[in-house]
């Protein structure tokens, strides 16, 4: 199954900043709308924000505003997440996704962030 593609994962002191980015086919990158996960070490994959095809808008959970921002270049099919003021508490795997069509979702593989004090 065709996937898309995370990179940018790594290792960060507390209070850093980190880009993410995941990038898609012509087909997985969609025009319904993307965004990220993320799977802490030990706890279920929680939502932490998706991004709109034609005006770029997004939402976040309460717990990550203000915190993260999720940007997109259509032309380039890439997504970002943005992540400032990292804490222990942000280390996880981070995926993106696409709802390439309703009720069809591609992920990809993973980035793994991890946020040291």
């Known amino acids: 199954q065709e996937r898309l593609v995370e990179s940018g994962g790594g290792l960060v002191q507390a209070g850093g900043s980190l880009r993410l980015s995941c990038t898609g086919s012509e087909r997985t990158f969609s025009n319904f709308s993307m965004g990220w996960f993320r799977q802490p070490p030990g706890k279920e994959r929680e939502f932490v924000g998706r991004i709109g095809w034609s005006n770029g808008s997004a939402i976040y959970p309460d717990s990550v505003k203000g915190q993260f921002t999720i940007s997109r270049d259509n032309a380039k099919k890439m997504i970002y997440l943005q992540i400032h003021n990292l804490k222990s508490e942000d280390t996880a795997v981070y995926y993106c996704?696409?709802?390439?069509?309703?009720?069809?979702?591609?992920w990809g593989q993973g980035t793994q962030v991890t946020v040291s004090s």
């Open positions: 996704y696409s709802d390439i069509q309703p009720g069809e979702r591609v």
